[in-house]
């Protein structure tokens, strides 16, 4: 018997090409579409870049940080993120942090720490000394298993990771170039500052450095001299468990930026978030 052929029409299936995004060589990357910025925010960041108004003006004021008009326009086109705004995103993912596991380390601490060159670290002088650049937040450090702190060295923006249960810390940097397999003298001293401070609060043992390994992730590299800072917010807001959770796309740095903004501009913490609604 034969049986008449069907004629179906066939589906043409459009291939999306995914933007090449950072990976984490510890924990798999999903591929996430980049949402649209919604028209609340636009009108906020609009408000926020006006030249012709007060750069005085303080538009943020969250978790005991207060930043300007002056400060925010970092955020604007292919402006350095400064250490002021860093450190007020920092806080800000620090009492985000619902889960208590992760430590967010002002950057000031490392400037204070590699522009002194300190020659003997020791415990009793480095709690005398650098104690009080914690964030004073309450928080049972017990829990803390993750402790991220972003570094400025010449203009350029780095985020070391320190996993305190698998004894390992990582440097994330976009500087391209040969990997490096050991500490630099200042980021061994950074290194040793933070794990006493560490130590102190857990109220546990100390930590010997000697015993955590070094590593550096693959990253892209960096193909300007402005995003760094951008880089390394977006880093702290996506790390958990050893790696990134979601995968950041090099080519949306401007949205990046606006959208890091609005984290802070509308925040319900924010003390002059009623300037930005309607």
Known sequence: MMV??????????RVRRMAQSLKSPFVPQPHTRQSAIPMDLKEAIAFVFNTDMDPSEELVSLYETHLTRGNLGCFEGSHWIGNEVMDAYCRFLQHEDIGRTKLFISPYLAEIVVQSKPKKLVKDSILNQYERYLYDIAMPYGHVIEVFLPLLIKNHW?????????????????????????????????????????????????????????????????????????????????????????????????????????????????????????
């Open 4 to 13: 008449p052929q069907t004629h179906r029409r066939s589906r043409t299936h």
């Open 158 to 278: 780095t985020l070391i990771v320190f996993d305190l249960y698998k004894l390992r810390i990582q440097l994330l940097d976009l500087l391209g170039g040969r990997k490096k397999t050991h500490m630099t003298g200042a980021q061994r001293n950074l290194a040793k500052v933070v794990l006493c401070l560490m130590a102190h609060k857990k109220g546990v043992g100390e930590y010997n450095l000697e015993r955590f390994s070094f590593v550096m992730p693959d990253v892209p590299s960096q193909t300007n001299e402005h995003d760094c800072g951008v880089f390394v917010m977006k880093f702290m807001e996506h790390w958990s468990s050893g790696g990134l959770t979601k995968s950041i796309d090099p080519t949306q740095m401007s949205k990046y930026r606006l959208k890091l903004l609005g984290n802070m501009l509308l925040s319900q913490h924010n003390a002059h978030r009623t300037l930005f609604q309607k």
